[in-house]
T-cell receptor, first 115, second 120 residues
Framework: GAVVSQHPSRVICKSGTSVKIECRSL??????MFWYRQFPKQSLMLMAT?????????EQGVEKDKFLINHASLTLSTLTVTSAHPEDSSFYIC???????????FGPGTRLTVL | AQTVTQSQPEMSVQEAETVTLSCTYD???????LFWYKQPPSRQMILVIR??????QNATENRFSVNFQKAAKSFSLKISDSQLGDAAMYFC?????????????????FGKGTLLTVNP
């Protein structure tokens, strides 16, 4: 099966610091990766779509300077939350679309808490 | 714009019984995919079932089956012989069909979800 990993699974940081979350497709190549944010008891909200080697496409209302996305290779994408504030506390989920069959697989998520 | 509507915020079912979760969607496309994802308390999103719009036959995966009504833009999920492990949030989702298998930016549009409780 196709596995997507995320690291870290949980992170607590102080307000004003930056946090990097990694998303890896472990056994397949992913030309497209997606980053979502999910608030408690709500649906997934797409933040941005990234393609390997090119700039991410951000959804309306998502600050690209706040949420930096780098899709450096066919198996790795990173989301950096810059100058984090308590309102950035949330559950962040990445997803990778497999090149071979266009199926989309999800990572286990990262819980970010900003104090 | 595509929209996905799940009209049941919460549902409950007795263990071993059958439950149906509703989903409707709106699109002007003729070729697309529909999905049901399960999100248990661990919050890992798990694909339950996928339906290709051009296929008339309803998709089935063991105890999970769908009733796909393309004209009505309806895509319900039936869970038979419900088990305690089926308790989760269920999301219906839609995406356009990519033109080829070389990768696509096509986004998943999710419904708001239905929280399923399974009573022992």
């Amino acid at each position: 099966g196709a596995v997507v990993s995320q690291h870290p699974s949980r992170v607590i940081c102080k307000s004003g610091t930056s946090v990097k979350i990694e998303c890896r497709s472990l056994d397949f190549q992913a030309t497209t990766m997606f980053w979502y944010r999910q608030f408690p008891k709500q649906s997934l909200m797409l933040m941005a779509t990234s393609n390997e080697g090119s700039k991410a496409t951000y959804e309306q209302g998502v600050e690209k300077d706040k949420f930096l996305i780098n899709h450096a290779s066919l198996t790795l994408s990173t989301l950096t939350v810059t100058s984090a504030h308590p309102e950035d506390s949330s559950f962040y989920i990445c997803s990778a679309r497999a090149r071979r069959d266009n199926k989309q697989f999800f990572g286990p998520g990262t819980r970010l808490t900003v104090l | 714009a595509q929209t996905v509507t799940q009209s049941q915020p919460e549902m409950s079912v007795q263990e071993a019984e059958t439950v149906t979760l509703s989903c409707t969607y709106d699109t002007s496309e003729s070729d697309y995919y529909l999905f049901w994802y399960k999100q248990p308390p661990s919050r890992q999103m798990i694909l339950v079932i996928r339906q290709e719009a051009y296929k008339q036959q309803n998709a089935t995966e063991n105890r999970f089956s769908v009733n796909f009504q393309k004209a009505a833009k309806s895509f319900s999920l039936k869970i038979s012989d419900s088990q305690l492990g089926d308790a989760a949030m269920y999301f219906c989702a839609y995406t356009k069909r990519a033109p080829n298998s070389g990768g696509s930016n096509y986004k998943l549009t999710f419904g708001k979800g239905t929280l399923l409780t399974v009573n022992p």
